[in-house]
């Protein structure tokens, strides 16, 4: 394991913000942290980096306790913090030089390396700018070539890409992605479910400072009891129909979603859509618009939670 954590709790005053919390990262994986605002996710990052003290639990990265003076283990990581942080009167290149030479000191690989984080997050036609003439999604992917340069083993990025815009989110996505094929180890922040769900290798979820639950996507998905949603609108109001779906084999529930339509929830995905139609049209029910969906990240969270994680 390239992370090891059990037991954490971290205290801020009487809150506590990471509550008995274990986390394992295996070498090569991306492994997403997801949960809202205030669940913990940055807190657990920076107990993990030995920026902040806790009250109790063992923290292991690469096997060995990181503390704040292990410059060895820290030049084998990159952090990309959910802050933008880098020099305001420093040029893109120099910001990204200064970050780099914290852990490189020999001057051509440093600039080898400096020049490949351009390219990498593709700013290289901003590279004498200084950061206030950079957009907020150029800001952004400076961020992540500050803590990407050296060439970390094991890289944390706290929502990169919070502000930015769709193609530069894709762009970051799978640039990411790419890091990981390329072996570095990957702890990524969101509370985007579709990115958990597009880059991450494996999932914890977080809420209120703990973890409750991990997996894949699609383990977490087949996890929970709702199996298939079935959205219908109606073409009329039919008497009692709310009673008459929810009385139908398999069926965990029924909401009303608005005038006519309504949102019918499955315990198991076995020929539901079929089943259903088949019903209306005995029953001579007509429908304007059905479709079926599989459960979401979201339908994770709330049984979990009885809240809703959106996006
Ligand atoms: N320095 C601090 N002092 C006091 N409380 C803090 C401090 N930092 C965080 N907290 C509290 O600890 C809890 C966890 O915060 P944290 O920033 O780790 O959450 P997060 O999951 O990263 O949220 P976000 O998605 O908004 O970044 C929150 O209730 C927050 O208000
Ligand atoms: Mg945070």
Same mark, same amino acid.
């Given at each position: 394991? &390239?992370?090891?954590?059990?037991?954490?709790?971290?205290?801020?005053?009487? $809150?506590?913000?990471?509550?008995?919390?274990? #986390?394992?990262?295996?070498?090569?994986?991306?492994?997403?942290?997801?949960? *809202?605002?205030?669940?913990?996710?940055?807190?657990?990052?920076?107990? +993990?980096?030995?920026?902040?003290?806790?009250?109790?639990?063992?923290?292991?990265?690469?096997?060995?306790?990181? /503390? *704040?003076?292990?410059?060895?283990?820290?030049?084998?990581?990159?952090?990309? *913090?959910?802050?933008?942080?880098?020099?305001?009167? $420093?040029?893109?290149?120099?910001?990204?030089?200064?970050?780099?030479?914290?852990? &490189?000191?020999?001057?051509?690989?440093?600039?080898?390396?400096?020049?490949?984080?351009?390219? @990498?997050?593709?700013?290289?036609?901003?590279?004498?700018?200084?950061?206030?003439?950079?957009?907020?999604?150029?800001?952004?992917?400076?961020?992540?070539?500050?803590?990407?340069?050296?060439?970390?083993?094991?890289?944390? $990025?706290?929502? *990169?890409?919070?502000?930015?815009?769709?193609?530069?989110?894709?762009?970051?996505?799978?640039?990411?992605?790419?890091?990981? /094929?390329?072996?570095?180890? +990957?702890? @990524?922040?969101?509370? @985007?479910?579709?990115?958990?769900? @597009?880059?991450?290798?494996?999932?914890?979820?977080?809420?209120?400072?703990? %973890?409750?639950?991990?997996?894949?996507?699609?383990?977490? =998905?087949?996890? &929970?009891?709702? =199996?298939? =949603?079935?959205?219908?609108?109606?073409?009329?109001?039919?008497?009692?129909?709310?009673?008459?779906?929810?009385?139908?084999?398999?069926?965990? /529930?029924?909401?009303?979603?608005?005038?006519?339509?309504?949102? &019918?929830?499955?315990?198991?995905?076995? %020929?539901?859509?079929?089943?259903? #139609?088949?019903?209306?049209?005995?029953?001579?029910?007509?429908?304007?618009?059905?479709?079926?969906?599989?459960?979401?990240?979201?339908?994770?969270?709330?049984?979990?939670?009885? =809240?809703?994680?959106?996006?």
């Amino acid at each position: 394991m &390239i992370i090891e954590v059990n037991g954490l709790t971290k205290k801020y005053g009487d $809150l506590v913000a990471v509550d008995n919390f274990d #986390l394992q990262v295996a070498e090569g994986e991306i492994l997403g942290l997801l949960g *809202p605002n205030g669940s913990g996710k940055t807190t657990v990052i920076n107990t +993990i980096l030995s920026l902040l003290r806790y009250q109790s639990g063992e923290i292991k990265v690469f096997g060995e306790q990181l /503390d *704040p003076d292990r410059y060895d283990l820290k030049a084998r990581i990159g952090v990309v *913090p959910q802050e933008l942080a880098f020099f305001t009167n $420093l040029t893109v290149y120099q910001n990204i030089d200064y970050f780099c030479g914290l852990y &490189i000191n020999d001057k051509a690989q440093r600039r080898q390396y400096v020049d490949g984080a351009i390219q @990498y997050v593709d700013i290289n036609k901003y590279r004498k700018f200084l950061p206030k003439q950079l957009s907020g999604g150029l800001k952004r992917r400076l961020n992540v070539a500050c803590g990407i340069a050296h060439r970390p083993e094991l890289i944390f $990025l706290d929502e *990169p890409t919070v502000a930015v815009d769709a193609q530069s989110r894709q762009f970051l996505l799978d640039n990411i992605k790419n890091l990981r /094929d390329h072996g570095s180890t +990957i702890v @990524y922040t969101t509370h @985007y479910l579709e990115e958990a769900e @597009y880059l991450c290798d494996r999932i914890v979820i977080m809420d209120a400072g703990r %973890s409750i639950a991990s997996g894949t996507a699609n383990e977490l =998905k087949h996890g &929970i009891t709702v =199996k298939e =949603k079935v959205t219908v609108t109606f073409d009329q109001d039919y008497e009692s129909l709310e009673e008459r779906l929810n009385a139908l084999s398999n069926v965990l /529930d029924v909401h009303k979603l608005d005038e006519r339509k309504y949102l &019918i929830r499955f315990q198991e995905s076995n %020929s539901n859509l079929k089943k259903l #139609l088949d019903y209306f049209s005995r029953q001579g029910i007509n429908f304007l618009e059905v479709y079926n969906e599989l459960p979401s990240l979201n339908d994770v969270f709330f049984e979990l939670t009885g =809240k809703e994680l959106r996006e």
